[in-house]
């Protein structure tokens, strides 16, 4: 963090305080913020990426049937969620179904990927922002209080107090910490039994997976995730805990990373019944995933249908290193519903990279473009954001009142979840029901009540799998042909929000790709009509809790804000050499003499 | 702008299907599958190529559940 003062502006005092690299995320987020410290308030925030990923350049001419392989390695800790996502994508393009079973065990992996995912972000890395060495630090008056403040939910998970809670977030000792750490080591052997391999799966295709189905495959999952269940209930009890006290001991604190109603959710868990991937059945199946998909847009649900969701998708420039690509070729003029489709739509991107340097004063800034979706009803281009992707989640399927199973349900207003005994705890009914506004703490505190809702759907999938199996049913994979013209969309939920492959095929391989992940939308800078990304919005406007002067701030609660949108952006992919610079290459064969020399490539 | 790149060693279509080889997600392959039935079900022969008829099970009402 590197500070310095700014000449007055406006009859205020801002201070410049940059955040550059956000640690404890994934990839290259920096934070460029305007601080008023005599009113304690951020004034001005913008938000970069100083890296290219080109995953849309050099996915042209592959083939097709790769695009799963190649797009999981976007990313290293949610890759299966793209693999996921490009299968969905390939079975429409291919008009493909996948088997029921193979459908189940998709879903089973994908639970274990958000049940890991969300763990091990939540408490090695959000709740380092809560913990008892970093509160001490930036607000001593809080942790006095909190080492006096009984824990009212102390029945449930053990602690005394919100004190002892904040202990054991401690980093590498605290026990929270370091239990989070052994599950997230069960629920990726979880997510390894059903899709082969953890981040980058191997059995995951399109037209259904290569997982061997067998009761005894079922049963190791469910013994590892009635262990994960008693933690999971453990967690959502310390959350709600700690979260209520920072709004107690703070008053004013839910104004922190407040932003206006603006989620997207696109929605997770297929249901084999209904789907089919075709895109003009897309609503249909659509509306039966076991995560609705919606836009929800000042507390009210706007749209469930994946179809109006993938035409208002709009990737606008402004701020971004990249030329326009108006002028380029249009690969789909309309949907196979016969409606028109954007220029701007991500079927019809070309992404033509302009390095430059980076201006944060007026000029352009990120490395992210500005991915905005197109609100028919006021033709507004809404700056929609994940909020780290469970409070989304949550918010539309509590809104579309759509999914109905014995332990997770929608009640039109609220998500329950009916969690059953397990070795050390009783069984437990989580609710989760809608804030009044999205802010800082409600996007951490949705996070710990998805991984109850992603277990409790994997009780369901695993039942409905273990019916199948049990009936004598194994086929998980369906043989399809490739056509030479075909189009696809996927939609899914990476761990921390949207997830959406566009691919168009022409004469067997790939013309164009375009992975939208959560981040490009949450992290996006200006666009041309000046509308800030959600960090930006976010940030901006938030008020400074931080006991620390300007002299030793560690911005905390800009941290935290960022922080609760679960940032990943990941490594680059791009390496430029310059002038023919040659690299070393090697070639250590499996059983090769090469390895006992040291010539690993 | 852009960015300048060095010459290309491959061609960037080349990881793309060559027509004429056979690819495991052709139409018809699944019947060619040793052990996989038409109706969706299995027998002994998925797992193992000796003597699977002694591993199904030992009444046709039972559900054929062969190991990985």
Known sequence: ?601 | MGITVGTPDVEPDKPAHVAGVRRGNHRGFYKRQPGHRRDDRSTARRSTGINARHHNPVLPDMPNLSPA
């Open chain 1, 1 to 601: 963090m590197t500070t310095r003062q700014a000449a007055p502006a406006e009859q205020r005092t801002l201070t410049d305080v940059a955040f550059d690299p956000i640690t404890r995320i994934v990839g290259n987020l920096g934070i460029y913020t305007k601080i008023d410290f005599a009113a304690r308030e951020v004034v001005e925030c913008k938000s970069t990426s100083s890296i290219f990923r080109g995953y849309s350049v050099f996915m042209k001419g592959k083939d097709p049937r790769d695009a799963h392989f190649i797009t999981s390695r976007i990313c290293g800790i949610c890759g299966d969620n793209h693999a996921t996502c490009s299968v969905y994508a390939q079975n429409m393009a291919y008009g493909v179904k996948t088997p029921p079973l193979g459908e189940w065990i998709v879903n089973l992996g994908e639970a274990a990927e958000y049940m890991f995912d969300h763990t091990i972000f939540q408490d090695n890395m959000v709740f380092v922002d809560y913990c008892e060495r970093m509160v001490k630090e930036t607000n001593p008056g809080v942790w006095e209080r909190a080492e006096r403040t009984p824990a009212p939910r102390g029945d449930q998970h053990g602690h005394r107090t919100i004190g002892d809670i904040m202990r054991s977030y401690n980093p590498f000792e605290g026990e929270t910490y370091k239990e989070a750490l052994v599950m997230s080591r069960l629920t990726r052997e979880m997510i390894c039994l059903m899709e082969g391999r953890h981040v980058h799966p191997s059995t995951l295709y399109p037209g259904g997976v290569g997982t061997v189905a067998t009761p005894q495959l079922f049963t190791d999952y469910l013994v590892r995730l009635t262990r994960c269940l008693d933690f999971v209930k453990r967690a959502v009890a310390m959350n709600d805990d700690v979260f209520d006290f920072f709004y107690e001991a703070l008053p004013g604190y839910e104004e922190v990373g407040r932003r206006r109603t603006l989620l997207g959710c696109w929605g997770a868990f297929q249901d084999p019944e209904v789907v089919d991937y075709s895109y003009k059945r897309m609503n249909e199946w659509g509306n039966r995933m076991f995560v609705t998909p919606g836009i929800v847009v000042d507390n009210q649900l706007v749209t469930t249908d994946l179809v109006d969701i993938n035409l208002g998708m709009r990737i606008l420039l402004g701020s971004s290193y990249y030329e326009d690509w108006t002028a380029e070729e249009t690969f789909v003029d309309k949907d196979p519903l016969g409606n028109p489709v954007d220029k701007r739509h991500p079927w019809n991107q070309t992404t033509l990279p302009a390095p430059q340097k980076r201006d944060l004063d007026g000029g352009n800034y990120s490395w992210v473009m500005s991915p905005r979706w197109f609100d028919k009803r006021t033709s507004d281009f809404l700056a929609l954001d994940t909020g780290g992707g469970p409070i989304a989640r949550l918010w539309a399927t509590a809104l579309a009142g759509k999914v109905e199973t014995p332990y997770v349900r929608s009640t039109g207003h609220s998500v329950q979840i009916d969690l059953p005994r397990t070795p050390s705890s009783p069984e437990v009914r989580l609710e989760w029901t809608p804030p009044a506004f999205p802010n800082t703490i409600e996007r951490n505190r949705a996070r710990m009540y998805f991984v109850a809702y992603a277990a409790g759907m994997a009780l369901h999938f695993v039942d409905q799998a273990l019916n199948e199996v049990r009936s004598g049913v194994t086929k998980t994979f369906q043989d399809f042909k490739v056509p030479k013209d075909a189009i696809g969309c996927g939609f899914h939920e990476a761990v921390r929000g949207v997830l959406s492959h566009h691919m168009v095929i022409r004469d067997g391989k790939i013309a164009n790709y375009h992975p939208y992940p959560p981040t490009p939308w949450n992290a996006s800078p200006r666009d041309f009509y000046g509308t800030p990304g959600p960090y930006e919005d976010a940030v901006q406007g938030c008020p400074i809790f931080e006991e620390n002067g300007p002299e030793n701030f560690k911005g905390i609660d800009i941290m935290r804000t960022v922080r609760s949108f679960d940032p990943c952006l990941p490594c680059g992919v791009h390496m430029y050499l310059g002038g023919g610079r040659t690299l070393t290459q090697s070639h250590s064969p499996t059983f090769g003499t090469l390895a006992d020399q040291g010539g690993h490539g």
